[in-house]
């Protein structure tokens, strides 16, 4: 008996799909990563304090119910 490797076309193309969208949420967690943790190290704190370079754009974890802002 010889079995058969039977490839589905719509498997292929959600296997695809399911690899970009997991290619983009790594992306954005890794970049919003790097962008807080550069903000919130002593080098950017002394970049913001010493030039008044400050890219405010507000993150969705900034937005949490616990803060009061």
């Known amino acids: 008996m010889r079995s058969e490797l039977k490839v589905v076309p719509g498997s292929f193309v959600f296997s ?9 949420i790594l992306y954005l ?4 990563a790097v962008k807080v943790g550069i903000n919130k190290s002593v ?7 010493q030039y008044g370079v400050k890219n ?3 993150l969705l974890l900034d937005k949490d ?3 009061e802002k």
């Open 29 to 32: 967690v890794i970049s919003t």
């Open 56 to 58: 405010v754009k507000e």
């Open 43 to 49: 080098v950017g704190q002394y970049i913001e304090k």
């Open 65 to 67: 119910l616990d803060n």
């Open 16 to 24: 695809i799909i399911l690899w970009i969208v997991g290619l983009i």
